[in-house]
């Protein structure tokens, strides 16, 4: 039956720590922290090094390359919205600047070390980082 209303997926709730990360998908931008410390980079933002424990961070942009790590291929949809698009694969991928990241993976089937790019898909009221097989977008 036409006219039917797609369904917009829960939008995320930033807090004073991830604010800076939502905020920069909408500008196709990938931001994480960097520990000002011990120098590691970290995902997901938090106040503190979960390596050294500092509070010292700077906030870098990642160029989006990287590694995945593992994945997983989602049946049953957590939010309504994503009912028509399963299954789809969430993966979790090893950035070049060394931090652990998820998103969706499009545009091919998953691999152990396959090299993906980070995309940046629109909803209505926020960007959801996604990734594509380097080279394909
Ligand atoms: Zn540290």
Redesign the pocket.
Known sequence: MSGEKKISPTPPEPDADSTFFWDALKEKKLLIQR??????S?FPPMP???????A??SVIEAGGGGTVYTWVVVHRAFDPAFTDEVPFTLATVDLDEGARIVGRLEGASPQFGMRVQATFFNHPSWTELRFAPQGSK
């Open positions: 520990c000002g410390d011990c120098g590691r970290r503190r090094c979960p390596y050294c424990a500092s010292q961070y």
